[in-house]
């Protein structure tokens, strides 16, 4: 059974960086067919995509966070990663990493990221 | 971007009730609208992609329809697990946009 865990700083300070790794175990992020994704959740509100990418490096973004967010790939380790540059308190959210088949069909658990001084 | 209007934003339901949600995409997304619940505290878990077909391993009283720009959701049958919030997401085009969630309340 696939599985995906969020891992990185819970607390970030205003205008800092953001960085999560999302590791993934019981299959290989370099297998075809699949994109990896991240989707944050504000709280008490909606989802919304961030973006994703291939085993291959090519990535999509959000254009309401292009010019802030970089993600990467390393298929040595398994995983995947998201930086979120320039955060305000608008970031502060539940990010979530996923797997994109036909839809998100495998989720992490989440971690809560807050954006405070 | 393609917005997604989902209605109704809550609903207050009883155990048995059928229960339906509907989406409605700004623009045609022919059939790539997928359907997730998501319990407090935890991530979503999808139940319905391409607008219609049922995740393997899913109870039969969930089920989805529609093509184009509208869509819908439904549980027959509500059991005491199915309260949750639900949520459209279409996998057209980039951006994937989700639709604003509808809370399912006995």
């Known amino acids: 059974q696939l599985q995906l865990q969020e891992s990185g700083s819970g607390l970030v300070k205003p205008s800092q960086t953001l960085s999560l790794t999302c590791a993934v175990s019981g299959g290989s992020i370099g297998s075809g067919g699949y994109s990896w994704s991240w989707i944050r959740q504000s709280p008490g509100k909606g989802l919304e995509w961030v973006g994703h990418?291939?085993?291959?490096?090519?990535?999509y973004y959000n254009p309401s966070l292009q010019s802030r967010v970089t993600m990467s790939v390393d298929t040595s380790k398994n995983q995947f990663a998201l930086n979120l540059t320039s955060l305000t308190a608008a970031d502060t959210a539940v990010y979530y990493c996923a797997r994109v088949g036909f839809a998100y069909d495998f989720w992490g658990q989440g971690i809560l990221v807050t954006v405070s001084s | 971007d393609i917005q997604m209007t989902q209605s109704p934003s809550s609903l207050s339901a009883s155990v048995g009730d059928r229960v339906t949600i509907t989406c409605q995409a700004s623009q045609d997304i022919t059939k790539y609208l997928n359907w997730y619940q998501q319990k407090p505290g935890k991530a979503p878990k999808l139940l319905i992609y391409d607008a219609s077909k049922l995740e393997s391993g899913l109870p039969s009283r969930f089920s989805g329809s529609g093509s184009g720009t509208k869509f819908t959701f439904t549980i027959t049958t509500l059991q005491p697990e199915d309260i949750a919030t639900y949520y459209c997401l279409q996998f057209d085009s980039l951006p994937l946009t989700f639709g604003g969630g509808t809370k399912v309340q006995i």
């Open positions: 990418i291939y085993h291959s490096g090519s990535s």
